[in-house]
């Protein structure tokens, strides 16, 4: 029953960040090339929002290809996923060196604002994302029975990740505010109304490019976003299907999701059906990733708690820590109210409840 607890919950994590990074696809499409894919007037309305058919049939067909391509070709999807993985490396280093140059540092790392409700809601908003920034560095331990190399290795690569992801953010962050379009005085204000733009202005880091390069930094940023939208795709299919093979195996799930082909198939039906709620929906599904990393590492955490409390007084330590913080997080993600803002609307309490 905890193991069931346990891995469902963590392959939540995974399966919800499938269709959201796909519509993210489709996102960077429209950012690039303007109204191409919304032209069309068949289209449909989800709470409010509208879901074009064009990004639709985009966002399934990406969904499907890649499944097809796990279930028929898992070699060359495994080379694809490190081709693309070189492109988004390389991408992130040729726009760096591109664009830092420009970065007004004096105001990059001004520190000077005054503290207040709106920067400690802002601070907050950010600290609460934490179990879901980090969902993904772990999934290299699901693989452990098939490596090739010392298991206590992937400890270091798993550190080397989370080190490069976060220098990656960050320096992707700093270098949003080498430029801001005119009608804004600096980059603060660019940056609080992005509610009022489109197109390329309304992703920093293109207009920065933009700025800079021209259509060639759109092209280069482009197809960097692109390569890491799809290196997430490929790794939460693989990560959800290792998850729930392992689950069969140890006779938690049906002897069916044994079979890698079921567990594809049954993740590409179920990423498909989310993504034809439009973004709207996928942010629901989106909102319970998080909780379901808190419910992965903590149950960890507590595992490691039970293994090692009569000995490894260090591994001990930080496990009781990794509980205390799973702990706070989950209630601050469950219970409305607690915290300054709202951290799941009452659709993604219906989707748990479910799930």
């Not at 400890?155 to 700093?174: D, P």
């Not at 993504?275 to 379901?292: E, H, K, N, Y």
């Amino acid at each position: 029953d905890h193991a069931f607890l346990s891995a469902w919950f963590l392959c939540l994590s995974y399966v919800s960040l499938i269709p959201q990074n796909a519509t993210m696809f489709a996102h960077i499409i429209r950012v690039v090339t303007g109204d191409a894919l919304t032209r069309s007037q068949l289209h449909y309305t989800v709470v409010g929002t509208e879901v074009y058919f064009l990004e639709i049939v985009l966002v399934v067909a990406i969904l499907i290809l890649i499944g097809l391509f796990a279930i028929c070709m898992k070699p060359f999807l495994q080379w694809v996923q490190t081709i693309l993985a070189l492109v988004l490396l390389i991408g992130i280093i040729i726009t760096t060196a591109i664009v830092m140059p420009h970065v007004p540092l004096s105001e990059a790392l001004n520190m000077t604002g005054t503290i207040n409700e709106s920067s400690i809601r802002g601070i907050l908003s950010i600290i609460i994302l934490a179990p879901w920034a980090f969902v993904g560095f772990e999934v290299i331990s699901l693989e452990t029975a098939h490596f090739r190399f010392p298991v206590g290795r992937s400890w270091k690569l798993m550190s080397l990740a989370v080190i490069m992801g976060g220098f990656v953010y960050s320096i992707l962050a700093i270098s949003s505010i080498a430029a801001h379009p005119q009608q804004y005085g600096n980059w603060q204000e660019y940056m609080g109304s992005f509610s009022n733009l489109k197109g390329i202005e309304s992703v920093p880091i293109f207009y920065a490019l933009q700025c800079v390069l021209g259509k060639t930094g759109v092209f280069i940023i482009a197809m960097t976003a692109l390569a890491a939208v799809l290196t997430s795709i490929i790794g939460f299919y693989r990560a959800s299907a290792r998850i729930l093979m392992n689950m069969a195996e140890d006779h938690i799930l049906s002897e069916s999701f044994r079979k890698p082909t079921i567990c594809f198939l049954f993740l590409m039906g179920l990423s498909v059906l989310i993504s034809l709620f439009g973004r709207t929906a996928i942010a629901w599904v989106v909102d319970l990733s998080s909780f379901g990393a808190i419910v992965g590492f903590g149950y960890v955490s507590a595992s490691v708690y039970r293994v090692y409390r009569t000995d490894g007084e260090g591994k001990r330590s930080l496990s009781v820590a990794g509980i205390i913080i799973a702990v706070c997080f989950a209630v601050a993600q469950l219970i409305p109210g607690i915290s300054l803002f709202e951290t799941m609307g009452p659709e993604s309490y219906l989707l748990l409840a479910i799930w």
